[in-house]
């Protein structure tokens, strides 16, 4: 069986983006404080931030991942951490996958160009009291990886993501400093 350390130096030595462990300690306080039970997650990468959701909370998952790579290893990770009760991994690309259940947290950290097409396409699965968070609007680490043509390109899609979504009547959205930056939504 594998240690969240050993993910931990899976990730950092393959280049593997996981989330920052503050932006996990706020998902955990929001899931136990909320009562939530249910949550999509858009972007499985290796299954980290599931794992310690789901080990940390009563949470139940059903996460998305595109990368057939990754998919085989989450696999494989949420197995070690006997977690295929309660994290549904579903193999596909989220833009066109259908799911017909509401959540109470709809967490989005995939192809970030997309994050406007994930938002429209699950928004509405969410449930009244839920909440919806978007990671890497402060693109730190993708930053020092990238040209500066490509990071202005993510950047300036950040931008206008943060402009539609507060232009919206439907939704509060508020940007916090966690992490590598988040947008919390909620409904009004």
């Known amino acids: ?9 899976y990730a ?9 462990k503050p932006l996990v300690d706020y998902m955990i306080n929001i899931i136990k404080e909320n009562n939530y039970s249910s949550m999509l997650e858009i972007g ?7 794992i310690l959701l789901a080990t940390n909370t009563d949470i139940n998952i059903t996460t998305i991942e595109y990368s057939d790579d990754r ?5 494989e990770n949420i197995t070690d951490f006997d977690l295929n009760c309660r994290v549904n991994l579903l ?5 066109k996958l259908e799911l017909n259940t509401n959540f109470d947290l709809i967490f989005i950290d995939a192809a970030k160009l997309k994050n406007k097409l994930f938002f429209d396409k699950f928004s509405p699965l969410l449930n009244n009291n839920g909440t919806i968070i978007i990671d890497n609007m402060d ?8 040209s500066k043509d490509k990071y202005e390109k993510y950047y300036n899609n950040n931008q206008e993501l943060i402009k539609y ?6 939704f ?4 916090l400093d966690i992490g590598d930056g988040i947008l919390k939504i909620r409904h009004k």
């Open 1 to 9: 069986m594998k240690t969240i350390e050993q993910i931990e130096q």
């Open 12 to 20: 950092k030595d393959n280049y593997v983006p996981i989330a920052r």
């Open 44 to 50: 499985t990468g290796i299954a980290y931030t599931c």
């Open 71 to 75: 998919y085989q290893i989450c696999k």
């Open 91 to 95: 193999f596909g690309d989220a833009t």
């Open 139 to 146: 693109l730190k680490d993708f930053k020092q990886r990238v």
């Open 165 to 170: 979504l507060e232009s919206l009547d439907k």
């Open 172 to 175: 509060v959205v508020e940007y």
